[in-house]
């Protein structure tokens, strides 16, 4: 199957044509969040079996060097996974460069603008990987709470998986 790049117009109408904005209330902050109830909650507690978690953070150094001032961005030098990345409140799932004159990050732009969904920027997944294929099940309950800051558009989290 060839992959099919959309026309920058097709990515902006996107933003417009799948909004959530204001499906929630004008006051809405949540976005999708909304869509996991209480009910959805109690549900996915089923998925708990034998009560294993596994953390898909990456460590994060307190350390502050003059080179690097931002602890995230000494990890990513020091681990070589930004070496090529431009670092501003995350790390991207987006393709570098963008295809597209006026967007440089179409998924986050669309996702998160249009759609009001969440993303979690550089997990890591390889002990997830494998304590999912030790359990032969790729189901768990995900949970994490980013920290309660004021006037930013993103934050750190511990997504952990309950097994």
């Not at 026309?7 to 904005?21: G, K, P, Y």
């Not at 869509?35 to 998925?47: D, G, H, S, Y």
Request: glycine share 6%; hydrophobic share 35%.
């Amino acid at each position: 199957m060839v992959a099919v790049i959309p026309s920058e117009e097709q990515v902006i109408e996107w933003i417009t044509s799948l909004s959530n904005w204001g499906r929630w209330g004008e006051e809405d902050q949540a976005g999708c969040l909304n869509l996991i109830t209480p009910a959805k909650r109690k549900q996915t507690t089923a998925l708990i079996h034998d009560g294993t978690t596994v953390s898909c953070a990456r460590p994060i150094t307190t350390e502050i060097t003059p080179d690097v001032i931002y602890q995230m961005q000494r990890y990513i030098v020091d681990s070589g996974e930004g070496r090529d990345t431009e670092l501003g409140t995350d790390t991207s799932h987006d393709v570098r460069p963008s295809h597209y004159a006026n967007i440089a990050t179409p998924l986050h732009t669309v996702s998160l603008v249009g759609l009001g969904l969440w993303l979690i920027d550089n997990a890591n997944l390889e002990q997830l990987a494998a304590a999912c294929q030790q359990r032969q099940r790729y189901t768990f309950m995900l949970c994490m709470g980013p920290l309660r800051l004021r006037r930013v558009t993103g934050s750190p989290v511990n997504p952990i998986a309950l097994f």
